[in-house]
C-alpha cells in the first residue's frame, strides 16, 4: 500500500510520483510513498495560513500549545522502540543510537513546552510621564521547516516543537530518503491534539517541493538544516522576500589534543566523535589536530581503538557504526579517501567499503584515519560527511589556532586537555559556535546551537529559540487625559 502525505490536517495521497523508501542496509523496500506537487504546496500553504490567524490558534494561551507538546513528548516515549526502529530502516543507524535521538526529541518537545508555559512578556524599561511601553511577541505565521536525513527525527521535532510553541502553522518538508518518521510526527502531533492545518508533511524533491514552499509569499520563515549550498539557495530566497531563516550547514570541525590530554580518554572521545553515524553528521570532528610531543603515541593508540569499532548490521546489537545512506553517497565518501591519496595522504587505517558476505548489499564503509595532509588540502577542507578522519601533528599553539579557523565552515569544535585555563582560551579564539572540552557531540536542548561563517546563521535549541519563530512588536500607551496641544 502506498504511503499518504499529511495536506493540511488530510491524510490522503500526494499528486505527485511514487517513491521507495530504502533500508540502507541491505536496499530493500521499506515502503512506497506517495510525493507532493506543486498543487499540495499550495493547498498546505493556504490553508496553513488560514489555521494560524483563526483566533482559537493564534490567541491560544501558552498553556494550551504547552499541553499539546506534552502529549507529544509522552507519545513519543511511549512509541521509543517502534519509532527507533523506523529511524533504523530510514537512515541506517545503529538501534542504540536512534534510541538515543529519539528519547531526545521527546526531551526537546517536553522542553518546549515548559519554555512555553513560562513564557513572559515584559514592559520596557523607558517610561515617561504621558505613556507607558511595552514590548510583546508574536508568532511569524506558516514556517518552512526543511529537514535532513541523517538524524531526521531530532532535526524535525527541534523545528516543529519551538514553531509551534510560539503559535504558529509548519509546513514539514523531510529529505526523501528518510521520510518514514516524518509521517509518523504528524501522526503523533494530530494524536496530541493539534488543531487541523497547523502541520503538513510534503514529501517531495528539494529542489521542487522545498524550494516551492520557500518561495511561496505565505511563508514568512525558513528553518533549514543540511548542506551549504542548499542554505545559501535557500538564504538568496529570504532576502528576496526579506524574511527570517534559521540554517544549520556543514561542518569541518577541528578537535584539538594538547599535550597533557588524558590519552585514553581523549582517543576514545575523538573516535566517537568523528565515527559514530559512520561520520553523517554536521558537527563529525572530521580535522584532528595532535601536539607534535604526543602525536605518535596518541595517533597509535586512536588506530587501536578505530580498527576494534565493529561495523555492522544496523538492527544488530553492539554495532559502532552502520550503512551510510545509500550507495551515492558511499561512492562521494571513497572519492575524497582517493582524492586525500592523489594529495600526498596516507590511509593509516580504513579506506574501503566492506562488501563481503552480509555486507553486500548495503553502503558500508570501513573508519578510516588519514595522516600526511597539509590543512590546505582539498580533503582538510571539504565536507566528506563520512567516517574519514584527517590526522595533522602541530607544534605552536598560535599556528594551530590559525589552523583550526583556516576553514570556510565553524560548526563545532572539541579541545582535550587538563589545563582549563588554555582550554577557556583556545575554545575564545575558534571561530565556532559550540566548543567541547574533553567531551564531544553532547547536547543538551537549553543551550543555543549554530555555527558560524559558512555553517549558517541564527541560533536553535535553548530557551530563547522560541522566540526566532516570532516577531516583536511595541505597544505604547498613553497616560496623558489632556489633549495634544500641537494642533492648537
Known amino acids: 500500500m502506498v504511503k499518504e502525505i499529511y495536506v493540511a490536517g488530510e491524510w490522503r495521497l500526494g499528486r505527485g510520483n511514487v517513491i521507495q523508501s530504502l533500508f540502507p542496509a541491505d536496499n530493500s523496500v521499506n515502503a512506497e510513498i506517495s510525493t507532493a506537487t506543486l498543487d499540495d504546496v499550495e493547498e498546505a500553504i493556504v490553508k496553513a495560513d488560514q489555521a494560524w490567524r483563526k483566533p482559537e490558534w493564534r490567541h491560544s494561551l501558552p498553556h494550551e500549545r504547552a499541553k499539546i507538546l506534552y502529549r507529544v513528548a509522552d507519545i513519543i516515549e511511549s512509541r521509543v522502540d517502534e519509532l527507533s526502529k523506523l529511524q533504523t530502516r530510514d537512515n541506517g543507524k545503529p538501534l542504540a543510537e536512534t534510541r538515543a535521538l529519539v528519547m531526545s526529541a521527546a526531551a526537546t518537545a517536553r522542553f518546549n513546552a515548559a519554555a512555553c508555559e513560562t513564557f513572559n512578556e515584559e514592559l520596557t524599561t523607558q517610561r515617561a510621564p504621558d505613556f507607558l511601553t511595552m514590548s510583546v511577541h508574536e508568532p511569524v505565521g506558516v514556517v518552512a521547516a526543511i529537514t535532513p536525513w541523517n538524524s531526521p527525527i531530532a532535526s524535525e521535532v527541534q523545528k516543529l516543537a519551538p514553531a509551534i510553541a ?39 524533491r528539494g529542489s521542487v517541493i522545498g524550494d516551492a514552499i520557500a518561495q511561496h509569499p505565505l511563508v514568512r520563515k525558513i528553518s533549514f538544516t543540511g548542506g551549504t549550498s542548499t542554505g545559501r539557495h535557500l538564504a538568496h530566497i529570504a532576502a528576496e522576500k526579506l524574511i527570517t531563516t534559521s540554517l544549520e550547514l556543514g561542518g569541518k570541525s577541528p578537535t584539538i589534543v594538547l599535550p597533557d590530554a588524558d590519552i585514553e580518554i581523549a582517543a576514545k572521545g575523538i573516535a566517537y566523535g568523528i565515527f559514530s553515524s559512520a561520520g553523517q553528521a554536521c ?15 596518541f595517533l597509535k593508540r586512536l588506530v587501536e581503538i578505530t580498527e576494534g569499532l565493529r561495523v555492522g548490521h544496523p538492527e544488530q546489537p553492539n554495532v559502532h557504526m552502520g550503512s551510510l545512506i545509500n550507495p551515492k553517497h558511499l561512492e562521494s565518501v571513497h572519492r575524497y579517501v582517493e582524492l586525500a591519496k592523489a594529495e600526498g595522504g596516507t590511509v593509516v587505517t580504513g579506506g574501503e567499503a566492506i562488501t563481503a558476505g552480509e555486507f553486500a548489499k548495503g553502503s558500508f564503509y570501513k573508519p578510516t584515519i588519514i595522516t600526511g595532509l597539509d590543512n590546505s588540502a582539498q580533503t582538510c577542507q571539504e565536507e566528506i560527511f563520512g567516517p574519514v578522519l584527517v590526522v595533522l601533528p602541530y607544534q605552536d599553539e598560535q599556528d594551530l589556532i590559525e589552523q583550526a579557523n583556516d576553514s570556510c565552515f565553524g560548526l563545532a569544535a572539541g579541545i582535550w586537555t587538563e589545563n582549563y585555563r588554555k582550554a577557556w582560551k583556545i575554545a ?20 543555543p546551537f549554530g555555527g558560524f561563517k559558512d555553517s549558517g546563521i541564527g541560533r536553535e535549541k535553548g530557551r530563547l529559540g522560541i522566540l526566532s519563530y516570532m516577531q516583536q512588536k511595541s505597544i505604547y500607551l498613553g497616560l496623558n487625559e489632556q489633549a495634544n496641544l500641537w494642533s492648537d
Do not use: C, D
Not at 518538508?173 to 521520510?179: F, H, L, N, R, V
Not at 558537527?283 to 603515541?297: D, K, V
Open 428 to 447: 575564545r579564539s575558534l571561530e565556532v559556535g559550540t566548543v567541547w572540552i574533553n567531551t564531544y557531540k553532547k547536547f543538551s536542548i537549553s543551550a
Open 166 to 204: 510560539a503559535g504558529n502553522a509548519v509546513i514539514l518538508k523531510p529529505a526523501e530518503a528518510t521520510s518514514l518518521i516524518a509521517l509518523e510526527l504528524a501522526k503523533i502531533f494530530e494524536e496530541a491534539g493539534l488543531p487541523k492545518g497547523i502541520l503538513s508533511v510534503l514529501i517531495g
Open 283 to 297: 558537527i563529525a570532528g572530521s580535522r584532528l589536530f595532535i601536539h607534535q610531543s604526543i602525536y605518535e603515541t
